[in-house]
């Protein structure tokens, strides 16, 4: 509201300084005057939710007074005139030019202000016409129109251009910040909840071929296994919600190191062996051989493993299996594996060797 009012209160000083003396023609000023203030109280009053309605109402204001411009040419190779005003100025153009640059900025259509400045072109060539139709008259009202409404208005259009990108830029990086974030939840579960579920399938069904359990206690770890084989289905399902396949994994790996997990996975009654080199391994190893033991003990149970990490290079075989395996192939994680190597600058290969399968990884040395 104290914007509005100055906003006004300065719009009415300058019309004011436009019209008659209010000492010497208080008559005038009231008749000429006081309802031009008005109508600038009633533009004000629209102007900020409305601009385009604020820009018609002080149409009457315009720069239809030719007499002086922000510059004047000589054309005298031209007109008889020598000097011709371009770009005629009132004391209320920095208002109407506000208003056309508020009308840019804020409407999306182009109908609407199409339309009015159609509208002040018909008022521009009705002055010219009732002042004689000279050619300066034209060149002057011309250059008005352009640069008292079509130049601001096309400053306001660029500005909410400008800031329509930055605003879809802005969503665009939080909707890939959120995918990202996705990606790097279905990466974690993979790695965490899918590898523990494929362990507590390795217990069952070891504790299935147990020799000197009854029938019941059979039965139940069997339950046990297939409910883990289930749960690692309904997970593949959820990482599949999760992950984006354009998107790119977080590189760095998290959790316990090679040996610990190695170490918990054969507590689980995997048989793996482990040579384990000296020197520092890939950036990758932990998660290219929980990968390969979450893969074995999924698909090859009750398999002997061999696992290989050396300075560039990561192996995990496993044999054949020696029961039904607890998950249906088609997986994400070495989907997902493959491409955080290629961002890392290495390669994998993964596939079978022999009477079982091999995942093996190579990631160039930092020296």
Known sequence: MVYDLLLWAGLG???????????????AFGLVTAPKVALAGVAVLVGRRWPLAALMLLVPLGPWEFGQGFATVDLSWLLPRRHVSILPLVATSPYIMWYAYLTGRRMSGLWSPLTAFLLVTVVGVGVVVAQGGDLALWVAMATGLVGTYVVP???????????????QARQSAEAQARLRERARIARDMHDSLGHDLALIAVRAAGLELTPGLGPAEVRAAGELRIAAADATERLRQIIGLLREESDAPPLAPVGEEVTELVRRATDS????????????????ARAVVQEGLTNAAKHA???AVEVTVSRERVVVRNGPPRSRP??????????????????????????PAGDGFELAVTIPHES
């Open 13 to 27: 000083i300058f019309i004011a300084a436009m019209g008659p003396d209010p000492i010497r023609d208080p008559a």
């Open 153 to 167: 208005y096309s400053f306001g259009l660029l500005r909410r251009k400008l800031l329509q990108q930055r605003t």
């Open 269 to 284: 009654g995997m048989s793996i062996s482990l040579e384990l080199a000296r020197g520092p391994a890939p950036g990758l």
């Open 301 to 303: 149970p009750g398999a």
């Open 326 to 351: 607890t998950a249906r192939p088609g997986g994400l994680g070495l989907a997902g594996l493959r491409e955080r190597v290629r961002l890392a600058g290495g390669t994998m290969t993964a596939g």
